[in-house]
């Protein structure tokens, strides 16, 4: 029985993510080996990725429709103002707070993102560039431009604490939102058609597939990822920035596609995109240990945006499509 030789192709598709990693880790492992090689700075590494986790996990669904959504670090920053000020002002309980700031209100801007796509039949990347503007806008206005502060220690507690003193919890929510995405998306029906409609949307259109409507399901699961992000940064920070995440949708973008998520769409994985997460975690942690500036690291990030969306145009997923 012949077994089919793989190409590089398949190899790159399967492991690049995980090669990447492994890369990463082994250079500033190199550069800071006591430093960067312990117990607490790997288990800080990951903590610091959860926001960036929870991000592009609902970056991924606006990509793998072969569009994008700009506006999710405007709607984690406006989510986290909004919940902020329902415990510190309205004295609403934290846990209503963040019910209503998560699954009402991120749905509801998810919802207008989704909506406005379907209505105008503009791309994705036009709307969301718009709404990212807005909703920064109005979270300067919400806030008047100021911090709130003075939020629930037991919500702090809650969130961004730690279990047993050693796990922290952002680590625990980012990976249990990551594990309902990634059930969602191989064990339902909604989740294989988001797929077949970033594929191919016009013969998932004649199968059947309701483009419309799955659209709209994708930007408000980015809607609600972006506000879960918003609670986790108010908690691990103890008060609501408005300039918050600022920047933060080029880290869920280069997550999703170091991910080996086509940025073409209709390929791509959830646990690949954690992994992609947790290499911009990586690289972050690292050059702040080397001792280089935070512009470095939007060079960086630019960089490997480009490199891998190049990469995958010629040896990943969307090869394939040429």
Request: net charge positive; aromatic share 10%.
């Given at each position: 029985?012949?077994?089919?030789?793989?190409?590089?192709?398949?190899?790159?598709?399967?492991?690049?993510?995980?090669?990447?990693?492994?890369?990463?880790?082994?250079?500033?492992?190199?550069?800071?080996?006591?430093?960067?090689?312990?117990?607490?700075?790997?288990?800080?590494?990951?903590?610091?990725?959860?926001?960036?986790?929870?991000?592009?996990?609902?970056?991924?669904?606006?990509?793998?429709?072969?569009?994008?959504?700009?506006?999710?670090?405007?709607?984690?920053?406006?989510?986290?103002?909004?919940?902020?000020?329902?415990?510190?002002?309205?004295?609403?309980?934290?846990?209503?707070?963040?019910?209503?700031?998560?699954?009402?209100?991120?749905?509801?801007?998810?919802?207008?993102?989704?909506?406005?796509?379907?209505?105008?039949?503009?791309?994705?990347?036009?709307?969301?560039?718009?709404?990212?503007?807005?909703?920064?806008?109005?979270?300067?206005?919400?806030?008047?431009?100021?911090?709130?502060?003075?939020?629930?220690?037991?919500?702090?507690?809650?969130?961004?604490?730690?279990?047993?003193?050693?796990?922290p919890m952002p680590i625990i929510i980012a990976l249990i939102v990551a594990g309902i995405m990634i059930f969602f998306t191989t064990r339902t029906k909604a989740g294989r058609n988001i797929y077949a409609l970033g594929g191919n949307p016009q013969s998932a259109y004649f199968a059947g597939i309701t483009t419309k409507r799955h659209q709209l399901l994708c930007f408000i699961l980015s809607g609600i990822c972006a506000s879960l992000a918003g609670m986790v940064n108010i908690a691990r920070l103890g008060s609501a920035e408005p300039n918050a995440g600022t920047g933060y949708e080029t880290y869920a973008i280069a997550a999703v596609i170091?991910?080996?998520?086509?940025?073409?769409?209709?390929?791509?994985?959830?646990?690949?995109?954690?992994?992609?997460?947790?290499?911009?975690?990586?690289?972050?942690?690292?050059?702040?240990?080397?001792?280089?500036?935070?512009?470095?690291?939007?060079?960086?990030?630019?960089?490997?945006?480009?490199?891998?969306?190049?990469?995958?145009?010629?040896?990943?997923?969307?090869?394939?499509?040429?």
């Amino acid at each position: 029985m012949n077994k089919t030789k793989k190409s590089f192709n398949d190899y790159w598709s399967a492991y690049s993510t995980v090669a990447i990693l492994i890369l990463m880790v082994a250079v500033f492992s190199a550069l800071k080996p006591k430093a960067f090689m312990s117990v607490n700075n790997y288990i800080k590494i990951i903590e610091q990725s959860a926001i960036y986790i929870l991000l592009a996990c609902g970056e991924f669904y606006g990509i793998i429709l072969g569009g994008i959504d700009l506006s999710v670090s405007s709607t984690m920053a406006l989510s986290g103002v909004v919940c902020a000020k329902l415990m510190v002002e309205a004295n609403l309980n934290p846990v209503l707070a963040v019910i209503l700031g998560i699954f009402i209100f991120g749905a509801l801007v998810g919802a207008l993102n989704g909506t406005l796509i379907n209505i105008t039949n503009l791309p994705p990347f036009i709307i969301t560039l718009g709404t990212q503007s807005v909703f920064r806008g109005l979270t300067y206005i919400l806030s008047d431009a100021r911090s709130v502060s003075g939020i629930s220690t037991g919500f702090m507690k809650a969130v961004a604490g730690k279990i047993g003193g050693v796990i922290p919890m952002p680590i625990i929510i980012a990976l249990i939102v990551a594990g309902i995405m990634i059930f969602f998306t191989t064990r339902t029906k909604a989740g294989r058609n988001i797929y077949a409609l970033g594929g191919n949307p016009q013969s998932a259109y004649f199968a059947g597939i309701t483009t419309k409507r799955h659209q709209l399901l994708c930007f408000i699961l980015s809607g609600i990822c972006a506000s879960l992000a918003g609670m986790v940064n108010i908690a691990r920070l103890g008060s609501a920035e408005p300039n918050a995440g600022t920047g933060y949708e080029t880290y869920a973008i280069a997550a999703v596609i170091i991910g080996g998520t086509s940025f073409f769409g209709g390929q791509g994985t959830v646990w690949k995109v954690v992994i992609g997460a947790i290499i911009i975690g990586v690289i972050n942690n690292g050059l702040n240990m080397v001792g280089l500036s935070s512009y470095y690291q939007q060079i960086a990030m630019g960089i490997l945006i480009i490199l891998a969306v190049t990469l995958d145009r010629f040896f990943g997923a969307s090869s394939k499509k040429a």
